[in-house]
């Protein structure tokens, strides 16, 4: 699975329609309203890199008031949550 964190700026006075179109799209998983310079952050998770040129430019860049995307995509994932279940692994509780 591919990762990639989208940093958006909008429109200010539609934040939280953009940000509800953005989520209810196909590839984001979730959808951040953030301070500082973006207004949002999508959590973009596709099972190729071809498929955020779908998700990203074809799809979030063409929702209405968002002006711009900046994408980062992920090498690898680090969790609490991953690291507690690896050192679970094999032991009987």
């Known amino acids: 699975m591919i990762t990639a964190i989208v940093l958006i700026k909008t429109r200010t006075d539609r934040i939280p329609e953009i940000?509800?179109?953005?989520?209810?799209?196909?590839g984001v998983s979730e959808v951040y309203?953030?301070?500082?310079?973006?207004?949002?952050?999508a959590i973009v998770r596709v099972p190729r890199h071809d498929d955020l040129a779908a998700v990203i430019p074809g799809r979030i860049s063409k929702v209405p008031g968002v002006e711009g995307t900046e994408t980062h995509t992920a090498f690898r994932a680090y969790s609490q949550h991953d690291l507690q279940a690896a050192f679970a692994i094999g032991l009987d509780a």
């Open 19 to 26: 940000a509800e179109e953005i989520a209810a799209l196909e």
């Open 33 to 41: 309203s953030v301070t500082g310079a973006h207004d949002l952050i």
